[in-house]
């Protein structure tokens, strides 16, 4: 879980940086693009690095949903019987409990997100148009259910994140008394972050701020 | 003296202290000790009754050496035993401060504080182990309390002269009795002590005069089980819940020590009860146990009650000169810091006048006000906090606020299972550790000693004294016939329980059995109120057995089966109690007669007549028990009057 | 106080078990919650009923023995508190309460409200001690604590182990209470030895024993009676990936 966890976090900050390029224009937005499908050329065949981290990320998310299930279970097994009265939780705040339903609805979330814009088959624009021109029309001002859509599970992805990356840390045994504070902090930190930087693509787009 | 109510017996003698120098005593008997040879030991069996400081040290050790333990509490896990509750710490005489102590020092202290009705041997050798206890639990990971130096911290303690205790915060008791339990689990592991949680003791099988193995009753299912052994050990603690409300756990009985009792193990000194001065008051009908709270609240709080009686205002309203500060005006020197038994009595004597406070009128205040104007109350808060919030989880009130309440509560008994030097009762084969043992403490315990004794018997002393009756008693297997005769002992006794089908909870006799003992036979006694008892209990005994109501079956987990069982027992006990308490017409350690006082109404000995150790014979149902008496001798610490004024 | 009780009743391991309702008047604000069952039996047992089977014991908050899940919550709504220091005043007249033992597949239901929790006797016994057979210790100054140490040792090692974090735990995991021991043992230097060892072999039974997997939702330590610290359980993770992925397990 808090390894293949630690990828995709990485990933989602690398995801980041590439979407906010989208406010420094059309050009440079499908520069980058088309740079990830050449990265090491010509040492390396066209779109090779690209696939590797495909498949990396794919691997992680299945052991990831794999890690998360078994626990699940283990969790139904340890339990057989429930509780009559409602149990109370007391701990943590809410991102704790989002950790199960949200996960499941991220990972809706990321099937539509490569439908729509891995292999076009919910964007409105299909596969003949820029990369930038296929994000401006995802998120025309006329489809705000679709901003919704994406703002919704980006705030989940924001949750999982909060308490998932102080998770990881605390399973991998890097949390110590001491260090408890700053990795809170870090895990806030990097969870809005994470979450600003991908909610202000479709938010800019739907209000016209950029297009 | 009227004997009509006991009747007279042998002396009885320890034949197993060796004579010499006192300390070269327990060198000398671990010496003459006949050893088990460690290839025999796999085959030979011991049953420990009880996983307290005692018997779960007892158990790890013996295991470690190779016997084969089987090893019983009614608990759920050994962890549970009531052990665990100790908060103050354990004695140790390091001499890690450098104060001048020394094994000699506690060995003179214990049997003071006992009020000279100890055996000198017996605590000389105690005093001794102290230094090893304390090695033993650090190698086990018990975590002292340490300076910052990284070296074991130590406080001092209620009747000594000197800091030797060594405390693991509030809870002592909680981290020493977890090193024996995880020694013992380790032992489980290792195959060499079968345990049997949630399994009580219901009978001893006997053999040739011998005690030869246990039955038991499985808590859970209710079967009748039986175990045969070489040897069994009772370490089933002490019986202050004859009382109904003492600090003791729920469950804590006299049963495995009075059935030992009635098959001829003499039981010592059942009289001496220590009265814990500073605990919770009662308030209601509904109390169950009483809670203590350390003594080292005295340090700080002063106690008093108000000036006239029935004095119902709030104590915030009463002025100060319509206060009685008694303990600072009766003892001037040590004021609230006065020994246990004497700021217990006093208490009581000011409630008995009609000026105790809070509900039902049982309590003193213990006052913060001048401790939280002269420090601070961030200092007080540094000091008591934990307490003070205990208080208030029980009570509802805020003792920064008002006064806490507090009043005496049965706390320890020192009397027991009479034991010889080797730990061994008057039956052959059985071994008493332990608070159920009535050695070391005399008539009076000293704070902190309990743990040390619990400890140094099943650590130390036990596993050196029992080899030699193993090794001198190669015994056949048990007769069939004995065990079925003590299985049906068991048997028919749940039946005739099950079949009374009365109309009163086992829970309401107890509690009135012990509001006699507590009316008659609590912090003071007189020959009118002891003789009142001794008419109320049989009666009350009798009742118990035509109108106890016990629901259920026999053959299912049972809670008030159980009860029946201990409270049954208590009975017997609480008249044998009563018995001794009247026979004994001095004053001494925890049993103070309203009779033997001097004029400023301190206990008065009498060592003449009353020098001894009064070990009781049960002479069967409804005959009188037969006294017989231990003369003590001191050789090394001379009898004084004990004076706190 | 007049209350509605709903207890969980269950006459034995086998039987199905159900809710059933109770009602008292006249409860002291001032009677604990323990105390306050006592009353319900004294008035089943003069009704001609069964009363209600409960663990507890020493009734001060140190044995472990009492349990009890109320309201959903386990040992009550009060923080760092057991059932049987749990008072009425906590309770408002005329609630209603649902008492329900703990739930867990390796905590099976014994009667009503009594569970076997032998299986932490178990984790225990499989390396929850410091092998130091009794006489061969050395003095005990031979080998000083630093203080930090010993304070955090002894944090851990207040656990009463009454099985609370796993009724709490969303996962039913154990990891508090094996955390706590392996961190009490770990951090002291007596504890070296076997450090390795006995991390994997307690949570390797601890497993087995049918506890859930830990997510770190942290309701463990807020239901846990000693406030036994969440961190306890990043001790042990670290010492079992030492000992397994770091190869310190010999």
């Given at each position: 879980m808090a390894v293949t966890g630690a990828v995709l976090v990485l990933f989602l900050i690398a995801h980041m940086i590439g979407n906010l390029k989208i406010f420094l224009g059309e050009g440079d937005f499908d520069h980058y693009a088309h740079w990830l499908r050449t990265i090491g050329e010509p040492a390396l065949p066209h779109r090779v690095l690209l696939t590797i981290v495909e498949i990396v990320l794919t691997v992680s998310v299945v052991l990831h949903i794999w890690s998360a299930v078994s626990l699940g279970k283990r969790a139904a097994h340890a339990r057989p019987v429930k509780y009559q009265s409602k149990k109370k939780s007391h701990a943590q705040g809410y991102a704790t409990h989002t950790m199960r339903y949200g996960g499941i609805i991220v990972a809706l979330f990321i099937i539509w997100h490569l439908l729509d814009l891995t292999f076009f088959a919910v964007n409105p624009l299909g596969s003949d148009a820029t990369p930038y021109d296929r994000v401006i029309a995802d998120f025309d001002g006329s489809r705000w259910y679709i901003t919704i859509w994406y703002v919704l599970a980006v705030l989940l992805v924001g949750l999982h994140l909060n308490h998932g990356i102080w998770s990881a840390f605390q399973t991998l045994g890097l949390r110590s008394p001491r260090s408890n504070g700053a990795l809170r902090a870090l895990a806030g930190g990097v969870a809005g972050v994470v979450t600003l930087g991908f909610i202000a693509v479709p938010i800019s787009v739907t209000f016209g701020w950029v297009s | 003296m009227s004997d009509s109510f006991y009747k007279s017996g042998e002396p009885v003698v320890d034949g197993k202290a060796p004579k010499g120098p006192i300390e070269d005593r327990w060198t000398t008997r671990k010496f003459e000790a006949k050893q088990v040879n460690p290839a025999n030991k796999r085959k030979k069996k011991i049953i420990i009754i009880g996983t307290g400081l005692a018997g779960g040290s007892a158990g790890a050790t013996l295991g470690e050496a190779g016997y084969h333990v089987q090893q019983f509490c009614f608990q759920d896990s050994p962890r549970r035993a009531h052990s665990i509750a100790a908060q103050g710490g354990i004695n140790a005489a390091k001499n890690y401060r450098n104060d001048g102590d020394s094994v000699y020092r506690l060995f003179y202290e214990t049997v003071k504080g006992g009020d000279f009705r100890s055996r000198e041997s017996n605590v000389y050798r105690l005093a001794d182990i102290s230094r090893q206890i304390i090695d033993q639990c650090v190698a086990q990971g018990v975590p002292f309390a340490r300076e910052y130096g990284g070296l074991l911290d130590n406080r001092s303690f209620g009747g000594t002269q000197v800091s030797r205790t060594f405390y693991a915060r509030g809870q002592t008791g909680q981290q020493l009795l977890l090193g024996a339990y995880q020694a013992l689990m380790r032992q489980v592991d290792a195959g060499n002590v079968e345990l049997y949680p949630r399994h009580e003791m219901l009978d001893l099988i006997m053999e040739d005069g011998r005690a030869r193995g246990v039955v038991v009753r499985n808590l859970i299912d209710g079967e009748i089980k039986h175990y045969t052994a070489d040897a069994v050990v009772l370490a089933s603690g002490g019986y202050g819940n004859v009382y109904f409300l003492s600090t003791n756990a729920m469950g804590s009985n006299v049963t495995a020590s009075w059935r030992a009792h009635r098959h001829g193990a003499l039981f010592a000194n059942p009289c001496y009860t220590q009265i814990h001065p500073t605990c919770i008051p009662v308030s209601g009908d509904h109390q169950s146990k009483l809670t203590l709270m350390s003594e080292s609240l005295r340090n700080d709080g002063r106690v008093w009650v108000p000036k006239k009686g029935g004095d119902t205002r709030r104590p915030s309203d009463i002025p100060e000169d319509e206060r009685d500060y008694y303990l600072e005006r009766i003892y001037p020197s040590f004021g609230n810091l006065v020994p246990r038994d004497i700021a217990s009595r006093a208490a009581k004597n000011v409630c008995d006048e009609g000026r105790g406070v809070g509900p039902g009128g049982l309590g003193v205040y213990l006052d913060f006000a001048d401790a939280i104007e002269r420090l601070g109350r961030d200092k007080v808060e540094a000091k008591y906090g934990n307490l003070f919030e205990m208080y208030e989880r029980i009570t509802g009130e805020n003792p920064y606020d008002t006064p806490m309440r507090i009043y005496p509560a049965v706390h320890y008994t020192m009397g027991g299972l009479w034991v010889d030097y080797d730990l061994e009762s008057t039956i052959p084969g059985l071994f008493v550790i332990g608070e159920a043992n009535f050695s070391d403490h005399g008539a009076n315990r000293l704070g902190a000693s309990a743990l040390m004794q619990g400890l140094a018997d099943g650590y130390f002393v036990l596993p050196n004294t029992i080899n030699d009756y193993i090794a001198r008693n190669a015994l056949p297997p048990v007769d069939e016939k004995n065990i079925a005769a003590a299985e049906e002992r068991v048997a028919s006794r749940i039946e005739k329980f099950l079949s009374i089908d009365g109309d009163r909870s086992v829970d309401s006799f107890h509690r009135e059995l012990g509001h006699i003992m507590w009316e008659y036979c609590g912090m003071e006694r007189t020959e009118e109120g002891l003789r009142k008892a001794l008419e109320l209990i049989p009666a009350l005994h009798e009742e118990f057995w035509k109108r106890v109501k016990v629901t259920g079956k026999?053959?299912?987990?049972n809670q008030q089966l159980e009860k029946a069982g201990r409270v049954a027992d208590f009975f017997e006990l609480a008249e044998l109690m009563v018995i001794d308490a009247l026979h004994r017409t001095e004053s001494c350690g925890g049993h103070f007669r309203a009779e033997s006082q001097d004029e400023d109404g301190e206990a008065k000995r009498d060592d003449d007549n009353f020098g001894y150790v009064a070990a009781w014979e049960w002479a069967g149902e409804g005959e009188q028990p037969v006294l017989h008496k231990e003369d003590l001798n001191f050789e090394y610490v001379h009898p004084t009057q004990r004076s706190y004024k | 106080m007049k209350l509605t009780l709903r207890v969980w009743r269950q006459s034995g391991p086998q039987d199905k078990g159900k809710m059933v309702e109770y009602r008292l008047d006249?409860?002291?604000?001032?009677?604990?919650f323990l105390e306050m069952l006592d009353v319900l039996n004294e008035k089943l047992i003069a009704d001609g009923g069964e009363p209600v089977a409960f663990d507890h014991d020493c009734r001060e908050g140190i044995c472990g023995m009492c349990s009890l899940v109320i309201n959903g919550t386990p040992h009550g709504p009060e923080e760092r508190t057991t059932t049987c220091q749990l008072h009425m005043r906590k309770f408002k007249d005329g609630e209603v309460i649902d008492v329900e033992p703990w739930r867990a597949k390796a905590f099976?239901?014994?009667?009503?409200?009594v569970v076997d929790r032998s299986a932490f006797d178990r984790i225990i016994q499989a390396?929850?001690?410091?092998t130091a057979p009794t006489?061969?210790?050395?003095?005990?100054?031979?080998t000083p604590v630093p203080k930090p140490d010993a304070d955090r040792a002894f944090e851990a090692a207040e656990?009463?182990?009454?099985?609370a974090c796993v009724a709490a735990c969303p996962n039913g995991s154990a990891s508090l209470f094996l955390g706590a021991k392996v961190t009490h043992l770990g951090l002291m230097p007596q504890g070296q030895p076997e450090r390795w060892d006995r991390v994997v072999s307690m949570l390797d039974t601890h497993d087995d024993e049918g506890f859930g997997g830990c997510t770190n939702t942290g309701e463990c330590t807020v239901a846990c009676p000693k406030g036994i610290p969440l961190d306890v359980i990043g001790s042990l993770n670290r010492d079992y990936l030492k000992a397994t992925a770091g190869g310190k397990k010999r």
């Open positions: - | 026999g053959e299912e987990l | 006249d409860i002291s604000p001032d009677a604990s099976p239901v014994v009667k009503d409200l390396g929850g001690y410091i006489g061969t210790a050395p003095e005990a100054h031979s656990c009463i182990g009454c099985g």
